[in-house]
């Protein structure tokens, strides 16, 4: 089971379009299940961003290092 999935609900009010409800009960989605998966997408997303912000200065060094030096298996690569 989805680790995600087992844990315990809690029952929340959202402010969605009536008309996206509506069809979407009518099409038999799981309207509760699309808003979590699209939330949990969204958590996804801005924690990459604030990983990628948080590291910028250190991966820039990195590639800087790169540029300048090299990578250590340059020497090696065959292809």
Partial sequence: ???????RRRGTNLTIDPVLVSEGKA??????????????LALRS???EQWLTEN???IASYNRR??????FSE?????
């Fill in 56 to 58: 910028a200065e250190a």
């Fill in 46 to 48: 801005k924690q990459q």
């Fill in 66 to 71: 790169i540029e300048e030096q090299g990578a």
């Fill in 1 to 7: 089971m989805n680790t995600a999935l087992s844990h």
């Fill in 75 to 79: 020497g090696l690569r065959q292809f």
């Fill in 27 to 40: 099409a038999g989605l799981n309207l509760s299940k699309i808003a979590e998966d699209a939330i949990r």
